[in-house]
């Protein structure tokens, strides 16, 4: 049997040159894509994919790859954006309520809960439907509903840590708490964090395609990946690649990411906490 | 302990009243309402200001909130502005339909993911072991409606060998009718738990394992076996169970997607059929019934943590 | 083990694909048809209708007074087998039919058609037929002043004369009065005793344990199917097919797969342009198509301060219009192109309105005629609707070329009718419903509540107030048809095509003959070929 030495390498490798990949295909898409990812052709629709279109023509006989690409543009966008959203307020919420404890940890921790219990899908889902569904709103939501969990995790290393004696010491000396804070718990929760960002990535693409899948995400004729299966699924029994390609490249962003977190998870060597912290 | 239970619970208790202000707002900052003035449909105004009359809907915010909030603590979440029928009876009615789906893809899947999960976790490095987890990993990052349809396209077109939509034919509804119906959805969700529940069965069973005791115990010369059922597998339970009642909202999501490309006559295609219609009585209950089923979860969750860890029971 | 394992696998996947197959056409000698629909109906109750699947499953349990001619549009009786006009031109002596009973054995009345119209007349009745209604004479005065929170008392102008007949008296001459009266009623006997205020929540809007209509109520499960049986006392003789369930199967490629697999009998109104070749081909499946009283058309915001309040701006746009294109290679000729506000089955409609011409030298002069060099417009329009989307896409390629860049913005479907209802919108792609008479004043006469588009001539007004009181068909027609010529010049809207219904049906099923308005018009008279049944 053969066995891996590092095996968090392999899978971090793999998964980051797949992000690569498909953040070139997203940034060069006006360059790689040939045909206009919004030009109709009343004549060419539903063509079976060909040299002039690899992944086919759609029923308006627009170019399946070039909607590919542009829809990577949109996933990657809302997947890291809103990251960076959930993140930063799961950051801050996390922080100050771990630091500061008392009255305000357990009122940021009942919100977080609130946040919480609601399945996110269909948080989101009720949010978009209730207002009118856009890109950035797409992001916020998202990103807006995504951050508890990381909330959590910020707050319980910080408990962890609040305890050790370099951060009691650096109190001691007098300093105050925005640089203890900054300098002391920033830094040393950052590695648990950067796994949860990561992983929040494919969460965040999963859910925007899937409320796009249900007609209230971003809407065509801008092209993402969600909407490209919605209306693929009115032509599933003759053109096989309309449902395919969009469905395929949200898997591989999807698994791109799981396995960059997981890659990363081992590389910096922490387990997987099953228990709410 | 007590005191922290009792602490815990009026904790779950605020964050359901949390919930409900939270859902009621959200659902009535939203512009319009089911019978809004639409062009391709002839409506009497006048009729459709007294609709709204009739249903309280004219009245300000709070009063309707406060209205809404004793009328449910009573138990009445009203009635839906679509069907005009009790909000509850619309919900049960279909809830079997949903846990006919859910719950075998529940059972099964954990179950599917204990045995191989405890399998790789006793040959750590093996390929077996990288198999299950690039398999697990790559399973929950297929979209479920995506997998649905490519098994849409080819058992039911391709190779017609199951159905693709609702749970019986009409006018059947025999025992075989409705296996027939249920193979595709069941795949799919079954596929999807499966690679969710195993990655955490693996790393639950692999802490255990790691234990003192345990590697104490085949230090003291007990068979693999014997290890396996006398300290592992009850000391990985708990873990398990915890990881199940935390995935409540996954399989609620699961549902929701499924039913929806199938067309399974569940709770999750009514809820996304009423999001699209704008029928807030049918939105909110729904967002608080699985809001407090997940937050009763959590709360038991925590309880069978106190239980078991006793390091929990002095901190906090 | 594993090898076991994929034994027992394939063993039950061999099993179930055994089980599979064709739906055996009948229980006994019972005939059953299985009809495909989008969605599932929302109530039973035939007074409040307002989406297309109760519209469509009421055709089944509920007769009409009258119905109108599928060629013509003109009345016909039905429930009410004659009727009669006095010389003042307002009152009419209806009969009904002397077979008409309800499912309960007992007769449809008289006062079972008086009740019915109280209910609509009554303060607290919310669908949309007192529209119609409010032309009868004591009508307003009811809905203002009837205290009780029963349909009781009197209107004025509806008089019981005996149990088969009934008068109503109009405040004025009302032309298109009998092609309103298209709606079912209500059991007197059953429902009388029902606060109006809670009739739409009744029990009756969903267990329907009376009704009139050829089939009723067997079991409606819940987001499954509607199953309703042949009524054995239908006035009309009892219906061939003994059973029909109609099922809800929410995408149109898993229909189409359920009808090649023999799983389901006819597929309504909705199948996809692109299919039908291919289902001609097969000798298992016919094709039915029919003209629909539904059109669509780009509406033109002119209440907005914006450049299309210039009429050569908007006449710009109609120019650019191609909707041959549209009809040819969008909707592969399963549609008539659209010049007016009329569809070509009214008897007022005008053909010399076609004009074909896609002028883009002449849109960009007029373009530049109104002080426009290029000009930026938004288009709103629906999601899930590709042709529409289509549409779209093809209208500002076209107005790319004259510098008019419309920018589009597609919104799900609350969002678009919150965005039209607000007047949030340049230019948007609608859909729009017409009734059976030609009658243009719900649309377009300036102070009626379906003017959306608050199109105002005063000149058009004063035709349409001629034409409702007019009493022949041809001073009618002639009033219309000038009515339309000046609505037309004033391009409130660019009129794009109207959608034939296309349905797919068994080829055992015969008879079929569906009506503009409904599809289950002559279902009493539909036939299963007999070799089928033995499938």
Redesign the interface.
């Known amino acids: ?4 030495k590092n ?1 968090g390498n392999f899978e971090f490798l793999i998964g980051i040159s797949l992000i690569l990949f498909l953040s070139a295909l997203a940034f060069f898409a006006p360059v790689l894509a040939k045909h206009d990812p ?3 052709n ?2 060419q629709w ?1 063509q079976p994919p060909s040299i002039e279109h690899p992944f086919g023509t759609d ?2 006989g627009r170019d399946i790859f070039s909607r590919v690409l542009y829809g990577a543009r949109v996933s990657l966008a809302v997947g890291t954006l809103s990251m960076l959203l959930s993140v930063s307020i799961g950051f801050l919420l996390g922080l100050v309520a771990g630091y500061f404890g008392g009255l305000l940890d357990a009122l940021i921790m ?2 977080t ?2 946040v ?8 989101v ?3 978009v ?5 856009a890109l950035w709103l797409v992001i916020f939501v998202i990103g807006g509903t995504g951050w508890p969990s990381v909330a959590r995790l910020v707050r319980g290393e910080v408990l962890q840590l609040r305890t050790k004696e370099f951060v009691q010491s650096a109190r001691m000396l007098g300093a105050n708490h925005f640089r203890i804070m900054l300098h002391h718990l920033l830094p040393n929760a950052l590695g648990p964090v950067l796994v949860a960002a990561t992983l929040s990535v ?1 969460a965040a693409v ?1 859910t925007e ?2 409320i796009s ?4 995400g971003i ?3 801008t092209p993402t990946w969600g ?1 490209m ?10 053109a ?1 690649w309309y ?2 390609f ?2 395929l490249f ?2 591989l962003t ?2 791109a990411f ?2 960059t977190g ?1 890659g990363l998870r081992k590389q910096l060597g922490l ?2 906490t ?3 912290v | 302990m007590i005191f922290q239970l009792v602490r815990r619970f009026t904790q779950t208790l605020l964050v359901l009243f949390g919930v409900s202000i939270a859902t009621f707002l959200t659902m009535h900052l939203a512009p319009g309402h089911p019978l809004q003035a639409n062009p391709e449909l002839r409506l009497d105004p006048t009729a459709v200001e007294r609709w709204l009359q009739l249903r309280n809907l004219d009245q300000p915010l709070p009063a309707q909130y406060i209205s809404w909030l004793s009328r449910m603590l009573r138990g009445d979440f009203g009635q839906s502005l679509l069907y005009n029928r009790p909000v509850t009876e619309l919900i049960l009615e279909r809830l079997p339909s949903t846990l006919l789906l859910t719950v075998p893809a529940f059972v099964l899947g954990l179950l599917l993911a204990i045995i191989v999960g405890i399998y790789v976790a006793r040959k750590q490095n093996s390929w077996a072991e990288r198999l299950v987890q690039i398999f697990s990993l790559a399973g929950i990052s297929v979209p479920s409606y995506w997998f649905g349809i490519v098994l849409i396209i080819l058992f039911t077109y391709r190779f017609p060998l199951f159905s693709a939509v609702g749970m019986r034919t009409p006018g059947d509804g025999s025992f075989w009718d409705i296996i027939q119906h249920m193979v595709l959805p069941l795949t799919v969700m079954i596929f999807h738990n499966f690679a969710y529940y195993v990655r955490h069965v693996r790393s639950a069973v692999l802490n255990v394992l790691n234990l003192d005791f345990v590697r104490a115990a085949k230090a003291r010369g007990l068979t693999d076996r014997q290890v396996m059922i006398l300290h592992v597998l009850p000391n990985s339970a708990i873990p398990i169970i915890t990881i199940a009642t935390l995935s409540l909202p996954m399989l609620f999501t699961g549902a929701m997607m499924a039913e929806q490309v199938f067309a399974w006559p569940g709770v999750g295609r009514f809820i996304v059929t009423s999001t699209m219609a704008r029928d807030y009585p049918v939105i909110m209950t729904v967002n608080l019934y699985t809001a407090s089923l997940v937050a009763i979860a959590n709360f038991f969750a925590d309880v069978l943590y106190l239980l078991v860890d006793p390091r929990l029971r002095v901190k906090a | 083990m594993r090898r076991m394992l994929l034994a027992a696998l394939s063993l039950v996947l061999l099993f179930l694909s055994g089980c599979h197959g064709h739906k055996e056409h009948a229980t006994g000698q019972e005939t059953e048809l299985h009809v495909a629909a989008m969605a599932g109906p929302i109530t039973l109750n035939p007074l409040f209708l307002r989406d297309s699947a109760s519209a469509e499953v009421a055709s089944l349990l509920h007769a009409t007074l009258l119905v109108t001619d599928p060629d013509t549009l003109a009345p016909q009786p039905h429930l009410v087998s004659s009727w009669e006009v006095l010389e003042d031109n307002l009152t009419y002596i209806f009969t009904l039919h002397e077979n008409a009973y309800w499912t309960d054995g007992l007769p449809i009345t008289a006062e079972d058609a008086a009740f019915t119209m109280r209910v609509i007349c009554h303060p607290d009745y919310t669908g949309w037929l007192f529209l119609p209604l409010q032309y009868v004479a004591g009508a307003q005065e009811y809905k203002q002043n009837h205290q009780s929170l029963f349909a009781d008392g009197f209107i004025a102008g509806i008089k019981v004369l005996d149990e088969k007949t009934f008068s109503i008296t109009l405040k004025e001459p009302y032309a298109p009065f009998l092609s309103f009266l298209t709606f079912p009623l209500l059991p007197a006997h059953l429902l009388s005793s029902v606060e109006v205020r809670r009739l739409e929540a009744h029990e009756y809007s969903f267990k329907l344990p009376v009704s009139s209509g050829p089939y009723l109520l067997a079991a409606w499960d819940t987001d499954e199917y509607v199953h309703v049986k042949a009524n054995p006392n239908f006035f009309l003789g009892k219906p061939k097919i003994e059973h029909i369930y109609y099922r809800f199967v929410p995408n149109v490629e898993t229909q189409v797969i359920e009808l090649l697999a023999g799983k389901l009998d006819l597929i309504p109104t909705a199948v996809k342009v692109e299919d039908v070749s291919r289902l001609q081909a097969d000798p298992q499946i016919k094709i039915y198509t029919n003209p629909r009283l539904v059109y669509d058309y780009i509406a033109i915001n002119t209440k907005k301060d914006s450049p299309l309040q210039d009429r050569r701006v908007r006449q710009a746009l109609a120019t650019l219009v191609d909707r041959r294109e549209i009809v040819n290679n969008v909707l592969l000729g399963f549609a008539d192109p659209l010049y007016g506000p009329l569809l070509p089955l009214h008897f007022a409609y005008d053909r010399s309105l076609h004009t074909e011409a896609v002028d883009l030298a002449a849109a960009r002069e007029l373009l530049v005629a109104a002080g426009y060099k290029n000009l930026q417009l938004n288009l709103v329009f629906n999601a899930g609707n590709l042709v529409r989307e289509n549409v779209a896409l093809l209208l500002k390629e076209q107005a790319a070329k004259i510098g008019i860049d419309i920018q589009l913005s597609l919104l799900e479907w609350e969002a678009f009718l919150a965005a039209i209802n607000e007047g949030d919108y340049e230019l948007a792609i609608l859909g729009r419903g017409v009734e059976a008479d030609p009658d243009l004043t719900y649309h377009w006469h300036s102070e009626s509540l379906g003017n959306a588009l608050g199109y105002k001539n005063e000149e058009v007004d004063i035709l349409l107030e001629q034409a409702i009181k007019a009493t022949t068909q041809e001073e009618r027609a002639t009033l219309y048809r000038q009515a339309q010529k000046k609505i037309v010049a004033d391009i409130p809207a660019i009129w794009l095509y109207s959608r034939q219904a296309i349905h797919a049906v068994s080829a055992a099923v015969e008879n079929f003959r569906p009506h503009p308005e409904s599809v289950f018009f002559n279902v009493h008279e539909w036939t299963l070929k007999a070799e089928e049944e033995n499938m």
Do not use: C, K
């Open positions: 049997m053969a066995r891996y095996p919004f030009a109709t009343t004549q539903l029923r308006l009942r919100f809960d609130i919480l219990v609601f399945p996110s899908m269909l948080l889902l009720t949010l439907a209730v207002f009118e569904p494919p999963m395609a899937g899948y249900f007609g209230l809407q065509p004729p909407n299966l919605r209306d693929a699924q009115l032509y599933l029994r003759h096989w449902a395919l969009p469905g949200i898997f999807v698994f799981h396995l997981e387990t997987r099953t228990r709410r």
